[in-house]
């Protein structure tokens, strides 16, 4: 089927925003999945220990909120020892920290035997990533209907035209 290149454009934008919306479906999925075995091994787990970590790495974020005000973030960079294996690790505070200042830290050994920090409020980033779900099928469902519509419609208008034409080819005497 011929196609303007207007529409042609406009066809590669819906399939592209088809294919966003089934990777937001998955990761959503992927994302609930993986915060419920992260929350799983921390329960689990037998050895959690809160200890001193040394931080190597500070980077420091100045961001306005939405009232103006300044909120700044520390990105940090820290190592502790456990058992005699040096770790590495990274987190965000909002309370002023330098190179060289020390941390606390909750850690816990995962099913694997290694050691990580204590995961963030998982609730939190389970009902996030369920909300992508419903939020990803409303944009698939809805891209869908206007890609199954358009064709309707173009099939509508191609019998349209096409009836047009037989009509004036009848009344020109064409056969």
Known sequence: MFRLPSEKEEHKTTIGALILSIFIIIAGIGGMIYTKHESSEFKNSTDVR????????????HEKDNQGDRKEEYKVRFTYEI?????DDFDTYYKEIRKGDTVLITVYRNSKGKYKLEPGPTPIYFLAFAAMIPLGLIGFIGLSKDLINGKKKKVEDCKYWKENDEVKDRKEGVA
């Open 50 to 61: 809160t200890l001193h970590a040394t931080v190597y790495s500070c980077e420091q974020t």
């Open 83 to 87: 058992d005699g294996t040096t770790y």
